[in-house]
C-alpha cells in the first residue's frame, strides 16, 4: 500500500482487519456498507425537518460528495493526476451543456 511504502501509519482497512480479525475483502465489505449507511442517514436528515438552515445542510451534503468522489476507489488526493484530474476536467473544461 501507498501509505506503508511512505513510512506512514496504519491504515484504516490495516487497523480494522487486525481488531476484528477480518480478511481485507471482508474490511472492504464491511466499509462499503458503513458508507452506504452513512449516506442513508445523511439523506434521511435532509428529508426530514430540522432546525439547521437548509444552505448549511447542502453544504455539508456538497462536501459528502467531494469526499465520496475523491475517494471512493483509490486515493484520489495523493494520486490527483489520475481520477481526479479526469472529474475536474468533466465538470470545468468540458461541461456538459444544460
Known amino acids: 500500500m501507498f501509505e506503508q511504502k ?4 496504519a491504515s484504516a482497512v490495516e487497523c480494522y482487519t487486525k ?3 477480518a ?17 442513508m442517514d ?10 439547521v438552515p437548509k444552505p448549511i445542510l447542502t453544504r455539508v451534503v456538497n462536501l459528502a460528495r467531494v469526499v ?3 475517494y ?13 484530474k479526469d472529474f475536474v ?3 470545468i ?4 451543456p444544460i
Open 23 to 39: 480478511s481485507e475483502e471482508e474490511t472492504h465489505v464491511e466499509f462499503n456498507k458503513q458508507v452506504t449507511n452513512a449516506w
Open 42 to 51: 445523511l439523506n434521511e436528515e435532509c428529508l426530514n425537518p430540522t432546525a
Open 72 to 84: 471512493k476507489n483509490e486515493d484520489g488526493y495523493t494520486h490527483s493526476g489520475t481520477v481526479l
Open 93 to 96: 473544461i468540458d461541461p456538459v
Open 6 to 9: 511512505r513510512g506512514h501509519v
Open 89 to 91: 476536467t468533466s465538470m
Open 68 to 70: 465520496d468522489v475523491v
Open 19 to 21: 481488531q476484528h480479525g
